[in-house]
Structures are given as structure tokens and as C-alpha cells.
């Protein structure tokens, strides 16, 4: 993702803790930064902490020939804090005078040119791209292309969420229109020629089913750690999330994982809930489906019961990454995991003064405990994860309500909850020698 950023922007804005110094994370930016030969200004954060020290930074950053202008270098470094707002406009001057000096310029007036900062699958929508616009001005009705991605420019939206009938240079909108969700990182070009776009596209995705080849008989992650079993290499996985950024940073990472006698090989990836065809594509492959903020649907998850097929879902990379490397080492010790125990409908919406968001609900599944952990699912989609509030019987507090009662619900710190949503009740249970 760090190096997608650095191949988009024309500067960078690398910010470093004053507290916290050089990171490896902060190293990987800079060596990101520098591959795409992009300037930095850095932004010493959190100066108004006791514990700040930006001279240590800037004394650490030397390390990596980042070099402050009073040192003699020609990277700018910007003081700030973030949290209570002191010296922003002079970060905002030093990328003004870093441009000024870069000579940056585009031209309005030619057909657009972008890339894809990210996507996902909108259940009402469809395929919905964030495009930032390098040259050019993109326009509704715009026939564009991105990757193997064809469509007209439906409709767009600026970070603020206002429909907007054109993007021009250095703008950000969020477009529909697409057939199908381009991968983060693909170009964006507009066409006039709709046979060209056409054949272009054909051409890329004969590409992309070339790469394609799916290996059968690949054994399951329970039968890979038997002592029987020498010869296994591969362990197919497919990944599904809600959006494709998610989905590239936990391929990414798993393709870091090693083993001395296992490699993890993911068949297919998307954005979007977990469906049929997922669950016949890891039968086939004797595989396992992992799930990040996303849900499995009901024919789905009838049809891995039938095949034997292991999904799991997560809501956090590090805990998904953690379980696949502790399934890997077979040392796997009791976990303490959550345990679906209800479901809620929201019916009704009540907005009551200080308290905020007050849900009108239906308990259709099992039972909910208040102060239970929640996740709220709307189109499928995992959108917070939390704790339940308040529960209410009428006007009296209760601890618990069944399924088929209706109750009023509140969710701790959170209020942007609608009609339609899903609030999915778990608590924590104690699982032994649990693979994934």
C-alpha cells in the first residue's frame, strides 16, 4: 500500500512521532518514497507532547539521507501537531513551496488520466472505484478503463460526499459505472474510441486468465501437519474483504509467510461477501476461505457445511496473520475467540438528545446480552465493531432479550446506525486446539 501511494502522488509527506522516533514502518516509506523518486517533506508529529524531541528525528533520519534544510539538505521538515492543530498551514506552505519549486502542471483540457486509490462492491452501486485524477479533466459519461475494468462515468462524488459533474487535476472522486471492481494501483485512462477500450480490455483479461491455474488435490491445513504427510507444498487460500486495499495488504502478508514445508498460495481473491461460487472453488482445490469484514451468505454457508469447506473470518490482519502462522507451527495453544450468540434487525430509527441513536429492533436470531461485543453489518458488510449499549424492554432496562422480541438498543460511542442494518451479538468463549 506505501508503495502504491508513492508511485500515485507527486510528494510525499512522510510523519514521524516526536515521541515514538524512526519506525520500521517509517524506514519502509522512505525506501517507497525514494524507489519512486518522489521528494519528502517530513512532519515531525505530536509536538506537544513532554516526551517530544525533534532534534532525535531529525538526527535519526539522517541514517537514511533524509536531511533536514538547516543540515544542509533539501528535505523540508515541518513541526506540527496534528491532534491540537498547531502549525498546519506552515506544512500546507511547505507543499505549496515544494510544488512551486517541482514546477508541477497538468492540463485540463485533455481526456483525464488517474489511478486507483481504491474499491469495492457496493450492494447499490456496484463496482465503485476512488479515482484521483493525475491530468486531464474526467467528466460524467466518460468511457474509461482501468485494468481489465470497462464502463461510463455514471456518476461521481468528491471527499465530501457532494455529486460532482467533473474532476480536474489532483482531485479525488468516487466514481460508478464500472462493469467489474479494478484492482488498487490500476491506471485510469478515458477513451473515444469504444472499440479500442473494448479490445483493450479483451486483451488484458486473456492475460489474467492466462495466470490462472488452479492446482486440484492440494490437502487441507488439518491433514498438512499430520506426521504421514512430507510431500505437501502448497496450501490454496482464497481471500475475499470489503474493500480492495484490505484484500491486497493481507495477500501481501501472507506471501511473507514461510514455512519449511508449506507455501500459501492464494487462487483467487475479491471484494464482496463470500458466495457459492467461493465455497466451490476451495472444495475443488481442497482449500480454505479467509474472510476479512465480510459475511458469508446463507447458501454459502450451507454449501461449505456440505463440502467440508473451512472459512474463517476476521476483522483484524494482525489476528489473521497471528492464526495462520500459529496453524503453521502446529503449536497452536487454547484461544479465547468470539462466539455469535444473536442477531438484530434495526426496524426503527430514534434520534433522543444526549443520548444519540436509539435502535428500534427485532431480535431474529438467538439472543442478545447487553454490553455484548457487536459487529454492525450493513450490505454485507462489517462498518464497526463495538459494544452494545443500552437494551430496552419498553421503558424498563433489561439484560437480555430473546429471539422474536422486538427492544430499543444503543451502541457504545457510535450513532451512525440506519434501517436495514444487522447487529451481530458474540462474547468471548474459551476453544481448544483450534487450527484457524
Known amino acids: ?34 524507489a519512486a523518486n518522489v521528494p519528502i517533506i517530513v512532519a515531525i508529529n505530536k509536538i506537544d507532547k513532554p516526551t517530544a524531541n525533534p532534534a532525535k528525528v531529525k538526527n535519526e533520519l539522517l541514517k537514511y539521507e533524509i536531511v533536514a534544510e538547516e543540515l544542509g539538505g533539501e528535505n523540508l521538515f515541518v513541526e506540527i501537531s496534528a491532534k491540537q492543530r498547531i502549525n498546519i498551514e506552515g506544512l500546507l506552505e511547505a507543499v505549496l513551496l515544494q510544488v512551486e519549486m517541482m514546477d508541477l502542471k497538468a492540463d485540463p483540457t485533455k481526456p483525464a488520466e488517474g489511478i486507483v486509490i481504491e474499491s469495492r462492491m457496493d450492494l447499490g452501486k456496484g463496482p465503485v472505484a476512488t479515482v484521483l485524477v493525475k491530468d486531464g479533466t474526467l467528466k460524467i459519461g466518460d468511457m474509461v478503463v482501468t485494468g481489465a475494468s470497462i464502463g461510463f462515468v455514471r456518476s461521481m462524488m468528491d471527499w465530501t460526499g ?99 514445508k508449506m507455501k500459501i498460495k492464494v487462487i483467487h481473491s475479491g471484494v464482496g461477501g463470500i458466495n457459492e461460487n467461493d465455497v466451490l472453488l476451495a472444495s475443488a482445490s481442497q482449500g480454505m476461505i479467509i474472510g476479512f469484514n465480510v ?63 436509539i435502535a428500534g429492533c427485532m431480535v431474529t436470531e438467538g439472543r442478545v446480552v447487553k454490553a455484548s461485543k457487536i459487529k454492525l453489518v450493513r450490505d454485507n458488510v462489517v462498518i464497526y465493531n463495538g459494544r452494545l449499549g ?9 439484560k437480555e432479550v430473546k429471539s422474536g422480541y422486538e427492544c430499543g438498543a444503543t451502541i457504545d460511542s457510535y450513532n451512525d446506525i440506519k434501517i436495514g442494518d444487522i447487529i451481530e451479538c458474540y462474547i468471548d468463549k474459551e476453544f481448544k486446539d483450534e487450527v484457524l
Do not use: C, W
Open 295 to 357: 459475511r458469508v451468505d446463507n447458501k454459502a454457508k450451507q454449501l461449505a457445511s456440505a463440502e467440508g469447506v473451512n472459512i474463517q473470518i476476521f476483522s483484524i490482519i494482525y489476528e489473521l496473520i497471528d492464526a495462520i502462522k500459529a496453524a503453521m507451527s502446529g503449536m497452536l495453544a487454547p484461544i479465547i475467540k468470539e462466539e455469535f450468540i444473536g442477531k438484530l434487525e434495526v426496524r426503527e430509527i430514534f434520534k433522543v438528545g444526549k443520548v444519540g441513536t
Open 1 to 34: 500500500m506505501r508503495s502504491r501511494g508513492a508511485q500515485a502522488t507527486d510528494v510525499v509527506i512522510l510523519i514521524v512521532a516526536a515521541d515514538d522516533g524512526v519506525m520500521p514502518q517509517t524506514v519502509e516509506a522512505i525506501n517507497h518514497a525514494k
Open 162 to 260: 457532494k455529486r460532482v459533474k467533473e474532476a480536474s487535476p489532483s482531485m479525488a472522486v468516487e466514481i460508478t459505472g464500472l462493469d467489474t471492481v479494478p484492482p488498487a494501483g490500476e491506471k485510469l485512462y478515458v477513451f473515444k474510441d469504444e472499440r479500442k477500450a473494448k479490445g483493450l480490455v479483451e486483451l488484458r483479461i486473456n492475460k489474467q486468465r492466462e495466470k490462472k491455474n488452479v492446482e486440484k488435490a492440494i490437502p487441507s491445513i488439518e491433514k498438512f501437519f499430520s506426521p504421514e504427510n512430507e510431500d505437501v507444498k502448497d496450501l490454496n487460500v482464497i481471500v475475499k474483504g470489503d474493500v480492495d486495499g484490505s484484500v491486497e495488504a493481507i495477500i501481501a502478508s501472507l506471501n511473507k509467510i514461510e514455512h519449511k
Open 390 to 398: 443500552t437494551l430496552k424492554r419498553f421503558k424498563d432496562d433489561v
